[in-house]
């Protein structure tokens, strides 16, 4: 059951929260952090499990921004870390929702890793997190339609909706014929 918008408005006064359509660059976040020692491994790179506690925060904050409401982690994409993040680096984390659907957000969030002192940057990961918008009472809310603007926002749009029926046949909550825009880039033709 979806809560309405006015149950939800009337409870958190805010002027987005009538909003039923946004653009990326209201919920667009950075976060940067300097990796400590605490946060490293025996050979002084950055932990994996701490670069995803970072995307966790920077994905609930953008995804926060676009519905108003909190937000729980549905899923994370294969994350990759393809270079290592070293001691001593500043690690900025941009986020940008890429398509709002019912309850749920795709929250696209790119990783750069810098060596400050010697001009080193690093683009080192990249990562697809989904959110879902949730009251108090851990009801699911709906969320406001995101409206890409840009040429790559629009691109992110629409691969977002392959994605997301990739990784819900994966999750076993859609069935594989269900999944009409993915099954067409692999040109799978239906029974
Ligand atoms: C995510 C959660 C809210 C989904 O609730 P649910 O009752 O299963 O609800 P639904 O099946 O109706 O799914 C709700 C939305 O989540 C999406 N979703 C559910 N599971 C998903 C998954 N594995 N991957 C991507 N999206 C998923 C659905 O597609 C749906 O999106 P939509 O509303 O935009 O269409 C619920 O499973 C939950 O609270 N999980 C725990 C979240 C959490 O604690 N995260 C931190 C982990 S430590």
Redesign the pocket.
Known sequence: MFRCWETTAGKIPNKHMMQTSKPVSVSYTTMTEMVFPNDTNGLNGLMGGRLLYWMDIVAAITAQKHANAFV????VDNVSFSQPIKIGNVVTLKAKITRA????MEVHIEVVAEDVPNRKVVESHRAFF?M?A?DLE?N?IRVPELVPETAEEKSLYESALRR?QL??VL?G?MKPEDAHELKSIFDIKSK
Not at 72 to 75: E, H, L, M, N, P
């Open positions: 729980v982690t549905a899923s659907f019912n309850s749920s989904t879902v949730v851990g699911k997301r990784r819900l999750a909550r």
